[in-house]
């Protein structure tokens, strides 16, 4: 379960600080931007037919049961980015909510290192940001 999960992960840390970065994308499905996942699909090596499917599945929004998987997709380019930095914090995900937690021995640290992922978050960073 998530939540033992960042509970583990806080009482295991070797740091004098923990922080918890919580992330809820509301309304997360919806506000996917198409053109961003299209161009993941197209890194990840999803076939054209399958894009094109999926762009006119985009242009009608309706919901079905590829949102998630859309979004486990989409999401999973913030995540694997974030994995590259892994030595400052650590990330649980679930759905639409991602809880980062930053660590360090002194506040100083701790909002920097906090400052750098938001930054990563919201500001790009992942294998398409070239792309976009």
Sequence with gaps: MAINRVCQ????????????LLIDFSNAFNSMEWRILA?????????????????SYSE???GSVFGPLLWNIYIDDLLEMLDRD?????????????????EGNSRFMLERASTDVMNKVFGGGGRTDNLA
Excluded: H
């Design 39 to 55: 161009k993941i699909l197209e890194v990840i090596g999803a076939p054209a037919y399958l894009r094109n499917i999926l762009k």
């Design 9 to 20: 992960k806080v009482t295991d840390s070797q740091q004098k600080y923990v922080m918890g």
């Design 60 to 62: 009608s929004r309706q």
């Design 86 to 102: 892994n030595d400052v914090y650590d990330k649980v995900a679930y759905a639409d909510d991602v809880i980062i937690l930053v």
